[in-house]
C-alpha cells in the first residue's frame, strides 16, 4: 500500500530479503532515487528486474564535475525507459565550503529540461538554497510536476513551494523528537500536497534512529503522520499513496 518515494536501493545488498521486510510493513513500492551514472544505471536495471521497484535517473548536485555534463545523454537514454519514473535527484547544494554554484545551477537546468523532454516529474534535492532554487523554478514555465525531497523548512518556504506547483516529501526527520515545527507544518498543508520517503540508507525513523535504514521503515513516518493528522493509518495511507502515483505516473 505504501511507496517509499526516495530510497537509495542501489546501496542495498539484499534486494529479495529487503522486498520481503517492506511487504510485512505494508510497504509495496519502491522509487529507487539516482546520484550519479552509476547509480542510475543500477536503479535502470533493479527497476527492469523487479516489478515493484521504479526508479529515477540523474546526478546528485554533491556529485557534479564539469567532465560529467557528456554523460547527462546516457543519463537522459535511461530516463527514456518505462521503468524510469523521474528524474533525480537533482538540485542545488550550498552546504558544502567550495562548491560551484554556476556548475551546480548548469546540472540543475540542463537536467530540468531533459525531465520536459521526457515528460516526467524531477525530484529535488536542495540544501540551504531555498531562495535560490524556487526563484529559479519561478522563472521556468513548467510543463512537469516536482517535487522538494527532504523537507525541514518553515511553513513560509513551503507555502512558496506549493504556489509555484510544487509538492513537498517528508522522511524520518518528521518523527524526530525536535521536528515539532515539521510536524505543525503537516497539519496546516493540504492532504494533496505532500508524499513521504526513507532516503534510507540515511535518516532511520523514530523508533529505529541510530540503525540503519531501509524502505521498510517508512511505515513508522506513514504512522506519525496518521498521528499528527489524526487520521486512521489506512486512510492516510491511501492519500498519501494517491499523491505518490499521481506524480509518478506508475
Ligand atoms: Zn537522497
Do not use: W
Amino acid at each position: 500500500m505504501l511507496i517509499d518515494t526516495h530510497s537509495h536501493i542501489d546501496k542495498e545488498e539484499d534486494i529479495e530479503g529487503l522486498l520481503i521486510e517492506c511487504e510485512k510493513n505494508l510497504v509495496t513500492e519502491i522509487i529507487a532515487i539516482s546520484t550519479d551514472l552509476e547509480s542510475s544505471e543500477k536503479n535502470i536495471n533493479l527497476s527492469s528486474k523487479y516489478q515493484n521497484i521504479f526508479c529515477a535517473v540523474g546526478y546528485h548536485p554533491g556529485n557534479i564535475k564539469k567532465n560529467d555534463l557528456d554523460k547527462l545523454d546516457q543519463i537522459e537514454n535511461f530516463g527514456a525507459n518505462d521503468s524510469c519514473k523521474a528524474i533525480g535527484e537533482i538540485g542545488i547544494d550550498y552546504f558544502y565550503e567550495g562548491y560551484d554554484k554556476d556548475l551546480q545551477f548548469e546540472f540543475f537546468d540542463k537536467q530540468i529540461s531533459m525531465a520536459e523532454r521526457l515528460n516526467k516529474p524531477f525530484v529535488i534535492h536542495c540544501r540551504d538554497a531555498y531562495n535560490d532554487v524556487i526563484n529559479f523554478l519561478k522563472t521556468k514555465k513548467l510543463n512537469t510536476k516536482f517535487v522538494f525531497h527532504c523537507f525541514t523548512e518553515d511553513y513560509e518556504t513551503a507555502k512558496r513551494i506549493l504556489n509555484i506547483g510544487g509538492l513537498l516529501s517528508f522522511t524520518g526527520i518528521l518523527t524526530f523528537k525536535k521536528s515539532h515545527d515539521l510536524r505543525e507544518l503537516v497539519k496546516k498543508i493540504p492532504s494533496d500536497s505532500f508524499m513521504i520517503e526513507t532516503d534510507s540508507p540515511y535518516l532511520s525513523p523514530e523508533p529505529k534512529r541510530g540503525k540503519k535504514n531501509n524502505s521498510s521503515n517508512l511505515i513508522y513516518i506513514a504512522e506519525c503522520v496518521s498521528r499528527i493528522l489524526n487520521i486512521p493509518l489506512e486512510q492516510i495511507a491511501k492519500q498519501i499513496r494517491s499523491n505518490s502515483v499521481k506524480f509518478f505516473n506508475i
